[in-house]
């Protein structure tokens, strides 16, 4: 059964936060300064794969994506993977992750025999020092180092996230198009999102047009006629191999079209990233009291039909409690 709400939007996707933890503690999601998640209101592996299950084989969800806080930050990341892969293989869907990047060196492989298709890596300087200062750490080679071997291990199509803020790094957009067109990898420029703990400072937002036009005066970016996508618009530099695209959620949302559904790392569904509270459902206590499946995909359709056409405006979003983007996954 397709998962449809009332504005007819079939929903097929699923991003699953696997921790709420991080190793990093970018300026922009301060993991640091959230509430800490208690490991036992935490998903276990077992508690996972059974959601993944219901999502796959009972509303025919084609794609998981794992995120988090830092997915690669869970201790039994690997044995997870192990199992989602005996899942995939009886139901198939597209496996992907996104990740900072920076804890993988040597899994690679693994994760690739394990079935992992898709790497969405985050990178928000190109220079290491201010890297350091974004995300409280000095380790940006890792990451670098990290896409390398991506590549080589087989995955195609990474893509790097990079969230744009004004006078933080929006100077480094032509070198990070300069670096697309060295590499062939995607960019994609996000907008800067307010939640709660990541001390928005709406001067520092700017909007994907805004960038676009600049960067128009110095490359010639076209459209990609082969974009199929709705979340980024892709670009591409004539005679180049670069793809650069704008993710717009808040300058030119993309809710219309939404296909997807969260659940946080502590077993709540998410019905966006800026739903409110009242319309969560606590999956893992579902879970934790023995409801059958059929139960929890009965809590599951009821609960979408709360989900609103688009989320609120700008100064709305500034204004939600308890919307941190650590436990609730990006
Ligand atoms: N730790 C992983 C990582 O760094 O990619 C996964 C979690 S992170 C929360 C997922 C994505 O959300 C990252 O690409 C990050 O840049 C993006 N993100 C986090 N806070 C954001 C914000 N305030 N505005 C826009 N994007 C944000």
Do not use: W
């Not at 933080?168 to 957009?173: H, K, P, S």
């Not at 949302?253 to 966006?272: E, M, P, V």
């Not at 809590?299 to 409690?321: G, R, T, V, Y």
């Amino acid at each position: 059964m397709k998962l449809i709400d009332k504005y007819n939007r079939a929903h097929s996707y699923l991003r699953l936060s696997v921790t709420g933890n991080c190793n990093l503690n970018c300026i922009y999601c301060n993991p640091l300064t959230s509430d800490e998640l208690i490991s036992k209101h935490s998903l276990s592996n077992q508690e996972i794969i059974r959601l993944a299950r219901i999502f796959v084989t009972l509303f025919e969800f084609s794609k998981i994506r794992l995120t988090g806080g830092e997915p690669f930050a869970r201790k039994n990341i690997i044995e997870l993977f192990e199992e989602l892969s005996i899942l995939k293989k009886e139901f198939p869907f597209e496996l992907a992750v996104t990740t900072n990047g920076t804890l993988l060196n040597g899994k690679l492989k693994k994760l690739k025999e394990l079935g992992l298709d898709r790497l969405n890596f985050s990178l928000d300087s190109l220079i290491p020092e201010r890297y350091a200062q974004i995300t409280g750490k000095n380790v940006q080679s890792k990451v670098l180092h990290t896409i390398d071997e991506a590549e080589s291990e087989g995955f195609l199509n990474t893509k790097i996230n990079t969230v744009v803020i004004r006078n933080v790094n929006d100077d480094e957009i032509p070198d990070f198009i300069e670096y697309s067109i060295k590499t062939g990898r995607n960019i994609r420029f996000i907008e800067y999102m307010p939640f709660s703990n990541n001390g928005y400072d709406k001067d520092g937002f700017i909007s994907s047009k805004e960038l676009l036009n600049t960067i128009n005066k110095s490359y010639k970016l076209t459209p990609d006629e082969l974009d199929a996508g709705f979340v980024a618009k892709d670009y591409l530099i004539k005679n180049t191999n670069a793809r650069i695209s704008f993710i717009s959620p808040i300058s030119d949302h993309f809710c219309g079209l939404c296909n997807r559904l969260r659940i946080t790392a502590d077993g709540k569904l998410k019905l966006c990233l800026f739903s409110p509270h009242k319309t969560e459902i606590d999956l893992l206590n579902f879970i934790r009291n023995g409801f059958p499946d059929e139960q929890i995909k009965d809590s599951i359709s009821n609960a979408l039909l709360e989900k609103d056409f688009a989320h609120p405006e700008i100064d709305d979003l500034i204004q939600l409690k308890n919307n941190d983007i650590i436990s609730l996954g990006g």
